[in-house]
């Protein structure tokens, strides 16, 4: 049982455009929702995090957007650069879960120059 | 201030070889977390530990186990190794509860044949 979906393995952008990046929940016990990027033999690295009170979190060129009623949220790059190009992940979090996540299959993100 | 470190980084065992995976930090954290990532597969939690001398099962624990005898480090051992095993596994940790993003080792690339 998938609880934390990303359904786009991957995704290709233009340079400077906006790159949107989507991951879709099932359990409504989450209450904070975070995005780590990955590059290869890399671990992942945290990028931006939201919390189930907010609709909106902003970071310089990163926005997350959290939509509970549809438990879906997404990750807004603007504008995308070539070091962008990595694998993103969502992850979930439940309030009395001794701090685990649980993960998304990734997305994929490639700038195209 | 190295963080989170993993070791080895990589590792080829045969079927039924045994081998323990280290994972220390020096940022004093109290919770930790192994992860194994399979393609399309996301990140899955094998154990964590929320203090020395304490661990807890995750999401796939069968074949593993590990160990917490010192604060900083967190031990995963497979007994028996098999093919179902190869996989990246990474480590993480936080300082404790709180909305607060876990911190990720470079992970340890193993293969079973």
């Known amino acids: 049982d998938q609880q934390v979906k990303q359904n786009s393995p991957s995704l290709s952008v233009q340079e400077g455009r906006i790159s949107i990046l989507n991951c879709d929940y099932t359990?409504?016990?989450?209450?904070?929702f975070l995005w780590y990027k990955k590059y290869p033999a890399e671990g992942p690295t945290f990028l931006i995090s939201?919390?189930?009170?907010?609709d909106k979190n902003e970071d310089g060129r990163f926005t997350v957007f959290l939509n509970k009623s549809a438990k879906h949220l997404s990750l807004h790059i603007v504008p995308s650069q070539p070091g962008d190009s990595a694998v993103y992940f969502c992850?979930?979090?439940?309030?009395?879960?001794?701090?685990?996540?649980?993960f998304g299959t990734g997305t994929r993100l490639t700038i195209i120059p | 201030n190295a963080g989170v470190t993993q070791t080895p980084k990589f590792r080829v065992l045969k079927t039924g070889q045994s081998m323990t995976l280290l994972c220390a930090q020096d940022m004093n954290h109290e919770y930790m977390y192994w992860y194994r990532q399979d393609p399309g597969m996301g990140l899955r939690l094998i154990h964590y530990s929320v203090g020395e001398g304490t661990t807890a099962k995750g999401e796939v624990p069968d074949g593993y186990n590990v160990s917490r005898l010192k604060k900083q480090n967190f031990l995963l051992g497979l007994e028996s190794a098999a093919p179902s095993q190869t996989s990246v596994y990474f480590c993480?940790?936080?300082?404790?509860?709180?909305?607060?993003?876990?911190?990720f080792g470079d992970g340890t690339r193993l293969s079973i044949l």
């Open positions: 993480a940790s936080i300082p404790g509860q709180g909305n607060q993003p876990q911190h």
């Open positions: 939201i919390s189930s009170i907010k």
């Open positions: 359990n409504s016990m989450f209450d904070y």
């Open positions: 992850a979930a979090r439940t309030f009395f879960g001794n701090e685990k996540l649980t």
